[in-house]
């Protein structure tokens, strides 16, 4: 679902933000999952019943792998 906004490679669209490439630097895993549980915007929330610890988790190391790639930095 994230990248119907946020683009396939991460890099944001003109509804999304982008999660990689960022000239702030990374999103870290405590920021995705805080932007996840209490969004901001339009964004939907996504609480444990909709996503569990562990799948944020996934999803906040595959946005690092997406960070890599961008970046062409080692994971």
Do not use: W
């Not at 679902?1 to 999660?19: K, Q, T, V, Y």
């Not at 000239?23 to 895993?29: D, F, H, R």
């Not at 964004?43 to 997406?66: C, E, H, K, S």
Request: proline share 7%.
């Amino acid at each position: 679902h994230c990248a119907e906004c946020h683009g396939a490679d991460g890099r944001g669209s003109l509804i999304g933000f982008p999660l990689v490439g960022r000239p702030a630097g990374p999103l870290s895993a405590e920021i995705i999952t805080e932007s996840l549980r209490f969004p901001l915007q339009a964004m939907p929330r996504f609480d444990r019943a909709t996503l569990n610890d562990d799948q944020v988790r996934l999803i906040a190391f595959y946005i690092g792998l997406l960070e890599s790639k961008a970046s062409g930095t080692a994971a």
